[in-house]
DNA sequence: GCCAACGTTGGC
DNA sequence: GCCAACGTTGGC
């Protein structure tokens, strides 16, 4: 059992929409690291801090869990898609992705609050330049955002 | 909209 | 394989 950190734009998906959805895919993740953690280092049933990111208020808005392993996400195969990858081919896909639950919605754990906790300063979410959509939390970290929340 | 930080691309 | 140029992320 591990623990993540994933980051989405509520805009596009927010976490009363993740939870509303039930288990769904995590498309458009176009980073390396980030897919190779989906790939290589997940598992259904790993636990999930669902991040609101690019809004007024970026922050951990709930809880989720990791609902399948690793497979190609469609979006790439599509022209139409913004996350269309012309390199990607169906034989030898590039993108991978899982699906992800919501299971609660929290109280908003804002990025602000979060810097202020020293129990948490150790996220990589927190460091500085950390721009990396998803990121292993530890079980330290995972159950100290739990008491925040 | 700005800009720091980091990732990716491509010429050599 | 290096590295400059360019693109993206994401908080502010």
Same mark, same amino acid.
């Given at each position: 059992m591990k623990y993540w950190l994933m980051k989405s734009e509520p805009d596009e998906v927010s976490i009363d929409d993740a939870v509303r959805l039930g288990p769904a895919p995590w498309f458009g993740v176009r980073n390396y690291q980030a897919r190779n953690f989906m790939r290589d280092q997940m598992s259904i049933g790993d636990g999930v801090l669902f991040y609101h990111s690019s809004c007024a208020e970026p922050g951990i808005a709930g809880l989720a869990e990791v609902a399948s392993s690793a497979y190609p996400d !469609? #979006?790439?195969? &599509? /022209? @139409?898609? @913004?996350?269309? &990858? /012309? @390199?990607? #081919?169906? !034989?030898? /896909?590039?993108w991978l992705l899982v699906d992800v639950k919501g299971t609660r919605k929290t109280r908003l754990l804002s990025l602000s609050e979060m810097r202020t906790k020293p129990e948490l300063a150790t996220m990589t979410v927190l460091q500085k330049g950390s721009r990396l959509s998803i990121t292993p939390v530890t079980e330290e970290e995972w159950q100290a955002v739990l008491k925040l929340l």
């Open positions: !469609e #979006t790439q195969f &599509d /022209p @139409k898609s @913004k996350y269309f &990858d /012309p @390199k990607s #081919t169906r !034989e030898n /896909p590039r």
